[in-house]
């Protein structure tokens, strides 16, 4: 396959985002395909409860958040043509029952954000004017502020932005409405609805602070909300607050904010008496970053370790009561436990190091549980997992399968300290010796254990190139001991860690260590900056997106707020930005205007210095061998269909002009 098709199958191919499900055993799959234009993505529903996926959503319009009831009715939210024929300017709620047509339920000025069915009530969170009582008032305030052409935004907290969009102008609240009639019976299909809801929604009173998260009891009884607010020595504290939805409000805070550590919401129990929080130690210069899984009694707040013995950072759901079961990185793949409360640590049920593949987006269904697998080399694919004897069965798939281009095989090696280390290849066709490209992965905290279509290997096995995936110290799913070892010298035992892994690679007869190049984004364009400014013209070249330069500057900039205190110490010595006069060779920079978690000033303060101090001036023509691809429209990811495909055909060209000698064009939808 050659290179551009292989792009292409890639890019083109649809895509399983997650799954919906219930005790009746009805699957729903969110799932994206292409657009008759071939330029954006829709996202739909297709239920794979049978043998052939059947999509139930239709539309030239994405489907937002949805839910999926007992009585097999499914609300979601998405936008639909007026009666003038134009898109409506903000996503309506819809009812889809078992069979038959969607009814529209309500709308709400700025959308929904997330959707929760419970024993009947529809939970659902959404932004609104920061004077609205109810949706009336809502409504009016957002007509006014919309009428008069108002775009600043007042904050009286932190952050202001997150990720690649902005927060406010209003606030994330709970709403709650009683479905009953409005979307348990469907006599006539129907746009009719009054007010501007149709369904009475009744706003619940929250704590003060920012909405970060939160969870309903099967029977509707409360919600736990996490919030963040600002408290001496932390900017973003984590508090959770148990709200009652039966009769008076009733607030009763089970989790107090603190500078050092907060808690998530992972979910209730069945009966409703406690729930499982993850405890997150936060990563200062004298700790570092550890997750600890717990029991939270609901009315006594009281705390208690779950599965001490085991060494894993899960992703848990309950089974019963008393059961659990979750997902973990696992040793650069993934595993499925499952265990009792009481238990010192649970037992494996699926995965391990004898298999390639990562699990995660567990659902209880009856004695089973459905999910997503993947692996470095097999795309999404909806299964699901019996929860006695561990046995897999895949679920009807309305994602295109894809197998990896080049063949996926391992390399380990012994860490300067002693510690094993290792790694996936994904090797070329042909014997070789094959040109190398090194990727190291985003995180800090991460692993390559699974698909990924943002920074795949197949595109470049295609075209020639063996990829080495390392997993090196902070890397997930080795232990606490993996964490510890690189998180107070970012620079340091990761890096040692990623070239002692190159080396093992390059002792392999089938590559070519006089070719290699390394890339990477986030933590990894970090690495790749670190690596550019320490390793000579061991690489050819280096491709970083999204990186992290100037780790002081990044830290006051950044949507983080634990960044910069994080990294205030180590700064001195590990900001690539100090070692600028040492690279040598040529640097392609990649970097959105949307990206809010490493802004675009670490791009162009990147650039700056790679014109001015590297080794690889302008000549005297004024030209120079870096590059730097320049998105005004995305963020940390590139999400849209003509800039990804940009992004694998520049890096590629990159690659093929300084690795390989080949003198490649700029693409031409560049300009």
């Known amino acids: ?110 959308g929904f954000s997330r959707i929760e069915i419970k024993n009947e009530t529809l939970i659902v969170e959404f932004p609104v004017h920061t004077w609205a009582a109810d949706e009336n008032d809502h409504q009016e305030f957002s007509s006014e502020r919309s009428d008069a052409k108002v775009s600043g935004i007042l904050h009286t907290g932190f952050p202001v932005r997150r990720w690649d969009h902005d927060l406010g102008p209003g606030r994330q609240t709970l709403a709650i409405a009683k479905l009953d009639e409005a979307a348990t019976d469907f006599p006539e299909v129907t746009d009719e609805f009054s007010g501007p809801s149709g369904l009475d929604f009744h706003y619940l009173s929250l704590p003060s602070g920012r909405l970060v998260d939160w969870a309903v009891d099967d029977d509707a009884r409360f919600v736990l909300v996490q919030l963040e607010k600002p408290i001496p020595g932390q900017l973003e504290a984590s508090e959770i607050w148990r709200v009652s939805l039966d009769g008076e409000p009733e607030l009763h805070r089970l989790t107090k904010p603190a500078a050092d550590h907060g808690f998530g919401i992972e979910a209730i129990s069945p009966d409703g008496t406690k729930a499982l929080v993850s405890r997150e130690q936060f990563w200062t210069p004298q700790t570092n970053l550890s997750i600890e899984l717990m029991v939270l009694d609901v009315e006594t707040a009281e705390l208690t370790p779950v599965w001490p013995d085991a060494d894993f950072w899960f992703s848990p759901i309950w089974v019963d009561d008393s059961t659990i079961v979750a997902t973990a990185d696992d040793h650069g793949r993934g595993s499925v436990f499952i265990g009792d409360l009481t238990d010192a640590q649970p037992r494996r049920l699926v995965g391990g190091i004898d ?88 995180g800090p905290w991460g692993s390559w254990n699974a698909w990924t279509y943002r920074w795949n290997p197949g595109p470049f096995a295609a075209a020639g190139y063996a990829v080495l995936l390392p997993d090196p110290a902070i890397s997930t799913g080795y232990g606490q001991a993996m964490i510890d070892r690189g998180q107070q010298q970012l620079g340091g035992t990761p890096f040692t860690d990623i070239m002692t892994l190159t080396e093992a690679a390059g002792q392999r007869g089938d590559i070519d260590t006089e070719h290699i190049a390394l890339a990477g984004g986030s933590y990894g364009g970090y690495m790749a900056n670190w690596v550019a400014g320490h390793t000579g013209s061991t690489f050819k070249c280096i491709v970083t997106h999204a990186s992290l330069w100037n780790t002081t500057s990044m830290g006051r900039t950044t949507d983080n707020a634990s960044w910069d205190a994080a990294m205030r110490e180590q700064s001195a010595q590990y900001s690539p930005h100090l070692y600028a006069a040492d690279i040598e060779v040529p640097v392609l920079v990649i970097h959105g205007d949307k990206d809010y978690r490493v802004p675009i000033g670490q791009g162009q303060e990147l650039w700056l210095d790679l014109l001015t101090q590297a080794k690889t001036p302008l000549d005297a023509d004024g030209d120079t061998q870096h590059r730097f691809l320049y998105y005004p429209d995305e963020g940390h990811w590139i999400l849209g269909r003509g800039n990804a495909e940009v992004w694998y055909r520049t890096v590629l060209a990159f690659l093929d002009t300084h690795v390989l000698g080949i003198e490649a064009n700029r693409v031409r939808t560049l300009g």
Do not use: C
Request: net charge negative; hydrophobic share 35%.
């Open 355 to 442: 298999q390639k593949y990562s699990f995660s987006g567990l659902a209880l269904r009856g004695d089973t549980v459905v999910g997503t697998a993947s692996a470095i080399d097999v795309a999404p694919m909806p299964i699901s997992i019996d929860l006695t004897s561990g046995v897999i069965s895949e679920l009807a798939n309305p994602a295109t399968p894809l197998d990896e281009e080049g063949t996926l095989t391992e390399v380990e090696a012994r860490a300067e300290d002693g510690t094993p280390i290792r790694a996936w290849l994904v090797l070329p066709e042909g014997e070789g010796p094959h040109p190398l490209v090194v990727f190291a992965h985003g």
């Open 1 to 110: 396959m050659t290179t551009h098709d292989a792009v292409t199958r890639l890019l083109d191919a649809r895509r399983l985002q997650e799954l919906l499900t219930n005790q009746a055993g009805r699957v729903i799959a969110r799932y994206s395909f292409l657009n008759s234009e071939g330029n954006s993505s829709l996202s739909h529903l297709a239920d794979i409860s049978g043998d052939v996926p059947r999509r139930i959503t239709r539309g030239d319009q994405s489907i937002g958040p949805a839910a999926l009831s007992e009585n097999g009715t499914i609300v979601f939210a998405s936008k639909r043509k007026g009666e003038d024929g134009k898109d409506a300017e903000s996503p309506s709620l819809w009812a889809l029952p078992d069979s038959g047509e969607a009814r529209r339920l309500a709308e709400h000025e700025g």
